[in-house]
């Protein structure tokens, strides 16, 4: 079950607290998303990155941040300016973006504001 | 942007039914078209994906069916199995930006 891994599974988080949730991938992809996925409301693109020091803005980046200081990893901070935190956060990998690829997906952090 | 729909949100069929999910797509410059079950507690898996400059795709029991015209695409499941049961989600993207996904499908099979 290797590929792309998430940890934790499951993350507590204090309001007003800052979190990081870890991706890491050994598939040597290029592009490297995160998603947020809530009850009824599919998946929802939060940042995503295409190459090394470079990541660009999804549909819901507000309150979240990134980094992607190494080709296999891409690292999500869930800031205490998201008002909503509490969701399933699924990080996802792909070859490259010049052609469409499959996806794969990590198994997923279940995060929980307390 | 691009926008996707996707209905039914929910889906009851017999053990033995097929079972129809469609999706529409706003982005003309949508190229690929794929497909992910994600069942309980799990990371989604793509079960067949679609390219643009195909109609229609097949593998097995799945079957997947693309109007770029109409902006519509779809799957369909025959024969279906209780392990079918699942959430589906669509997605439509370009090599320029991430995947966009559907609001998903929870897909029942009755024994």
């Known amino acids: 079950d290797g590929g792309i891994t998430q940890s934790p599974k499951y993350l507590f988080r204090k309001e007003g607290q800052n979190v990081t949730l870890s991706c890491e991938q050994n598939?040597?992809?290029?592009?490297m998303y995160w998603y947020r996925q809530d009850p009824g409301q599919g998946l929802r693109l939060i940042y995503y990155?295409?190459?090394?020091?470079?990541?660009q803005k999804g549909d819901i980046a507000e309150g979240y941040s990134v980094s992607r200081e190494k080709k296999e990893s891409f690292p999500l901070t869930v800031t205490s300016a998201q008002k909503n935190p509490t969701a399933f956060y699924l990080c996802?990998?792909?070859?490259?973006?010049?052609?469409?690829?499959?996806?794969?997906f990590g198994q997923g952090t279940r995060l929980t504001v307390v | 942007g691009e926008n996707v729909e996707q209905h039914p949100s929910t889906l009851s069929v017999q053990e033995g039914d097929s079972a129809v999910i469609k999706c529409t797509y706003s982005?003309?410059?949508?190229?690929?078209f794929p497909w992910y079950k994600q069942e309980l507690g799990k990371r989604p898996q793509l079960i067949i994906d679609i390219r643009s400059n195909v109609g229609e795709k097949k593998d097995q029991r799945i079957a997947v069916t693309l109007n770029k015209t109409a902006k519509h695409f779809s799957l369909h499941i025959t024969e279906t199995q209780p392990e079918d049961s699942a959430v589906y989600f669509c997605a439509a993207g370009t090599g320029r930006r991430a995947l966009t996904f559907g609001s998903g499908t929870r897909l029942q099979v009755q024994p």
């Open positions: 982005d003309s410059a949508s190229n690929y």
């Open positions: 990155s295409h190459i090394v020091n470079d990541f």
């Open positions: 598939l040597n992809h290029d592009a």
């Open positions: 996802a990998s792909s070859i490259s973006r010049q052609k469409n690829t499959e996806a794969f």
